[in-house]
């Protein structure tokens, strides 16, 4: 008797259990809904608000560089003189799953007023989808006269859905106490071909690797030639058979097999190679990068290095130079929302950055590409206490005084991909140079058809 | 009465399952009926076009190099499963009994399987290097000249995700083999020994179609589970080299939320969805020759 009257209590505490248990998850979950609503709500009315209220008004801008490498310091000093305006930095990671983030809250109306686009691809999307503002709107900056005419190729059916910011430079960085030892001059302009040689010679000269090439830079010079000589041909079909195409699979290939002069790209991608890291601990000797590189390379505490860096043009692939164009020219285009509540506070914010706000970021490579900006002092800030360890006159070379025409890569993400993927298959032997650009084609062909 | 107090219980079940049934409702039914209806448009993300376009993801399918090496790679992969299961199966007949450090050695085989993914990634990516990898250098130094290349070549990588793959799922079916063989009946070994049987014997011809149902069980689990697996290829190769590791469900990540066309990506999550369907009627019509109940 008592056992079953104690088991029915247990039973009954059980139940009530049950009962508020599901009780708080029903209501969380409503909760939840609720709340999401309530949100929205007030996403959808903080324009309105904000126009009206008195307090100052606040802005956020998403970028990819991290926060303590320099935009921290951007909003907190406009902040500091605009009390009116505050500015927020939230930062996104520039990779598949960071711009889905980004577009995810664009295109839900989160509050973005500004954000920064990588790669024309990523900006082509964002301003089909109506959220990139055309920035006639503002005429009181002309864009082509204070960036320079580089920032044209950002340009979409000839206008622009943002502003420019930085001056992107890709290079080659070079350990320049190797090449003097090694006898090698620094090169101002050379090919694939002389690169290759320059690769051997550091090899022999006791390092691991002549050349290794970050991911980023790898397949820039595919792009060059094509710039040079059409992604397509006359009669609309894809051109990526291109006799430099194969000079660049071929070249690349016997740097990797028969000199070893440059990792086997199985290897580099399986690794993933830190290729910073091997050029500044002294196991490679030239080093394919951009200005990105600074940021490891100022920072001596976690690389430390004990030679200077010097610094080379992107080798090219044709033999005439001045059919080269260089990745590079003008980068980190940032866009206002269209459907931002606050566009003229944005640009205010925009200009100020563009014309010089944006300087604390010059220490992690980024110097600011507007004329009305100081460029002997954002080199100054770029180089900071490091300045000694590198061969400035080759750096301002390839930043400012090598005159080659500059590209920004305009083939969708597929293309790139699909291409990545044949080279790649040739590099690690499973198909010929031959098999690799007709794939390439037939590929490239099939998306142009879609496409059209 | 009493049919009040029906209806009061059944009221109860409903508010049990309820939360769970909301949530399956809106984070599984409805968006799977939202893809099934984007799989006939050529919705992009980011892009407010939505223009119905009938079978042309499908035709589009079907006539994609990719999806048939994607495919392909999906078959090989799978082959882990049933691999896997064997291994579990022997490791788990070893350790249900006479072994020093039993106990040590299960937590051993079952620590893969609750390591995070990303970190098994890097740590097999080390092990696998084809220059200077322990694995390679092993092979090496026992005399084998030209190693595997492991991750590094569009010939091995795939065989290279299934070994890590088989090594990952050991520990979880183990211990549901071993589970298993703890329920089979000490009489029936005994009676079998009796009459002669030898140990491997006793193995082929009792416990493993004892332990069937859970074999069974494993199979069918094990091959939904590897299909729609994605962390760990994305983590260690991201679908490379080449297209050699591009599994199915990568290829619809891929379309999904790198090149953001979600219709032709829809389409091919339910060409996934028919084959697990395909496999599982398979398997259940299979299972009558081989499973003992």
Redesign the interface.
């Known amino acids: 008797m008592r056992g079953q009257s104690m088991g029915q209590t247990a039973t009954g505490m059980k139940?009530r259990w049950?009962?508020a248990v599901?009780?708080l998850?029903?209501a969380s979950?409503l909760g939840g809904c609720v709340g999401m609503g309530g949100n929205q709500q007030a996403t959808g009315a903080s324009g309105e608000a904000g126009e009206k209220a008195e307090g100052p008004v606040k802005l956020t801008m998403w970028g990819g560089v991290p926060p303590e490498n320099g935009p921290q310091q951007v909003v907190d000093d406009w902040n500091a003189e605009h009390p009116d305006i505050q500015v927020e930095y939230v930062r996104y990671v520039n990779d598949?799953?960071g711009n889905?983030k980004l577009?995810t809250a664009?295109?839900t109306g989160q509050n973005v007023d500004l954000f920064v686009n990588y790669a024309m691809s990523n900006l082509d999307?964002?301003t089909?989808?109506?959220?990139a503002l055309d920035m006639a709107e503002f005429a009181d900056y002309d864009i082509d006269k204070m960036i320079g005419e580089e920032a044209a190729s950002w340009k979409i059916g000839d206008k622009y859905y943002g502003l420019p910011t930085t001056r992107n430079s890709t290079f080659v960085a070079l350990n320049a106490d190797a090449l003097e030892k090694a006898g090698l001059p620094i090169p101002q302009e050379w090919t694939w071909d002389e690169a290759r040689e320059y690769a051997r010679k550091l090899k022999e000269s006791g390092f691991r690797y002549g050349l290794v090439q970050h991911m980023a830079s790898f397949s820039d010079p595919l792009d060059s030639a094509m710039v040079a000589d059409g992604y397509t041909k006359q009669d609309g079909t894809s051109n990526m058979d291109d006799p430099l195409v194969g000079k660049w699979l071929e070249t690349l290939n016997a740097m990797m097999k028969e000199d070893a002069s440059t990792p086997?790209?199985?290897?580099q991608?399986?690794?993933?190679m830190p290729v910073e890291n091997l050029f500044l601990g002294g196991d490679a000797a030239m080093l394919n990068i951009g200005s990105w590189l600074l940021r490891s390379s100022n920072n001596q505490k976690d690389f430390p290095r004990d030679f200077k860096i010097a610094f080379a043009p992107v080798p090219r692939l044709m033999e005439n130079a001045d059919d080269y164009t260089t990745s590079g020219g003008v980068g980190d285009m940032i866009s206002i929302n269209a459907k931002s509540a606050h566009k003229e506070e944005a640009w205010q914010f925009l200009k100020w950055y563009a014309d010089g706000g944006m300087m604390p970021m010059a220490p992690g490579g980024r110097i600011p590409a507007s004329s009305a900006a100081d460029r002997d002092e954002a080199l100054k800030q770029m180089l900071g206490d490091q300045a000694a360890t590198y061969d400035q006159a080759s750096l301002e070379y390839v930043m400012f005084g090598s005159g080659i025409p500059t590209f920004t890569r305009e083939l969708s993400?597929?293309m790139v991909?699909m291409r990545?993927?044949?080279y790649?298959?040739y590099f690690?032997?499973?198909q010929t140079v031959e098999q690799a650009t007709a794939n390439m084609v037939k590929?490239h062909n099939a998306w142009l058809k879609?496409s059209k | 009465m009493g049919k009040s107090w029906l209806k009061r219980q059944s009221l109860l079940g409903y508010a049990f399952i309820g939360p769970n049934m909301l949530g399956v409702l809106l984070f599984f039914v409805l968006p799977a009926v939202y893809s099934f209806y984007l799989m006939f448009t050529d919705y992009t993300f980011m892009n407010p076009e939505i223009h119905f376009v009938g079978l042309d993801n499908i035709r589009r399918m079907l006539g994609d190099d990719l999806f048939y090496t994607a495919l392909r790679n999906t078959v090989v992969f799978l082959l882990s499963v049933p691999v896997s299961i064997m291994l579990a199966f022997l490791v788990a007949a070893a350790l249900n009994k006479s072994v020093y450090w039993k106990k040590t050695l299960r937590a051993l085989y079952f620590m893969p399987y609750i390591t995070s993914g990303v970190a098994v990634a890097f740590v097999w990516m080390l092990l696998f290097q084809p220059a200077d990898g322990p694995i390679n250098g092993f092979l090496r130094a026992i005399g084998i000249s030209h190693p595997p290349g492991w991750l590094s070549t569009t010939e091995s990588s795939m065989f290279a995700i299934d070994i890590i793959w088989i090594w990952f799922m050991l520990g979880y079916n183990m211990i549901i083999y071993l589970a298993a063989l703890q329920e089979i009946p000490e009489e029936l070994v005994e009676a079998a020994r009796i009459d002669g049987a030898k140990p491997w014997q006793i193995i082929r011809s009792v416990v493993w179609p004892l332990v069937s149902p859970t074999t069974f069980l494993l199979l069918i689990t094990g091959l939904i589970m590897s299909i729609k697996t994605f962390g760990i290829i994305q983590a260690i190769t991201q679908g490379g080299p080449g297209s050699s590791t591009t599994v199915l469900s990568l290829f619809i990540y891929q379309n999904a939320f790198r090149y953001y066309e979600m219709g032709y990506a829809s389409a091919i999550s339910w060409a996934m969805f028919a084959i697990i369907l395909l496999f599982t009627v398979l398997q259940w019509i299979g299972q009558k020759r081989w499973v003992h109940y």
């Open positions: 139940k049950g009962a599901s009780g998850l029903l979950l598949d799953d889905l577009d664009l295109s999307k964002r089909k989808s109506g959220v086997p790209l199985g290897e991608l399986t690794s993933k993400q597929e991909d990545a993927q044949e790649e298959k690690l032997g499973s590929q879609k």
